[in-house]
């Protein structure tokens, strides 16, 4: 990933106001400086090594974007290309708002509300190059929350752990059911990658590897999804 030092430089201002509105409202478990450096921060900006990153004016959605993250490091990084982030709740979206106005950033907007209802706002559908979800949802449910959003050859990126057989297994139907195909998977290891630390020897502290999953969506979501509010949590596509 190509970062510049200015980028570095306001990546360090969003650490800061990140660990102050941490403090109010209990944004993340991860509560140590270069914790919140390595474990959200440089774990966001590894996706800028996917190929579908390279390209300007895009238009991403970050879906229960939650802390900010990879919402706001990313933006930060692509300035010339434009970020929403979707959360239910008010108050995470008014923390990061509060974070946006602080690093003066004006490619980031806030959209309130529940995936299964924005996913059928025409606003919204089919609307974006690029989905993505952190610590969101098994594959199989969090498929059917971004899909339709997605438009027409457009990306889906999923963080995800090694241990993932089992969800790409069940999640075969709703790949198929949704057109969403997976293309890539980019593992990495946040021990020995990623953004340099200020104290080198928190680096080792055991993050391990991880991996991003890439999904290609080829055709538009049928009409059917994504189901009413709670239904593809309660009973997902298996």
Avoid at 147 to 156: D, N, Q, T, Y
Avoid at 174 to 190: F, I, K, N
Avoid at 223 to 228: G, Q
């Amino acid at each position: 990933m190509t970062i510049t030092d200015e980028q570095q430089h306001r990546l360090r201002e969003l650490q800061k106001v990140f660990l102050e509105e941490n403090q109010k409202l209990n944004l993340s478990a991860i509560r140590e400086p270069e914790a919140v450096w390595i474990g959200n921060i440089s774990d966001s900006v590894v996706a800028l090594d996917l190929e579908i990153f390279q390209k300007s004016d895009l238009k991403i959605l970050d879906i229960g974007t939650g802390g900010g993250f990879p919402l706001l490091p990313l933006a930060i990084c692509k300035p010339d290309s434009h970020f929403t982030g979707l959360d239910s709740t008010q108050k995470k979206l008014d923390s990061i708002t509060r974070m946006t106005d602080a690093l003066e950033l004006s490619n980031v907007h806030m959209l309130a509300g529940r995936c299964e209802q924005k996913g059928r706002d025409t606003q919204h559908r089919e609307s974006y190059d690029i989905v993505t979800a952190r610590a969101l949802a098994p594959l199989n449910v969090l498929l059917e929350f971004c899909a339709p959003f997605v438009k027409r050859g457009g990306f889906i990126v999923a963080w995800k752990s090694m241990k993932v057989d089992t969800e790409l297994e069940e999640s075969l139907l709703a790949r198929a059911e949704l057109s969403c195909h997976l293309v890539d998977s980019y593992t990495y290891d946040l021990d020995t990658t990623g953004l340099p630390t200020v104290d080198p020897a928190k680096q080792g502290e055991g993050w391990g590897k991880r991996q991003l999953l890439v999904f290609e969506k080829t055709s538009e979501t049928n009409a059917k999804y994504p189901r009413e509010v709670g239904i593809p949590k309660k009973n997902p596509l298996l």
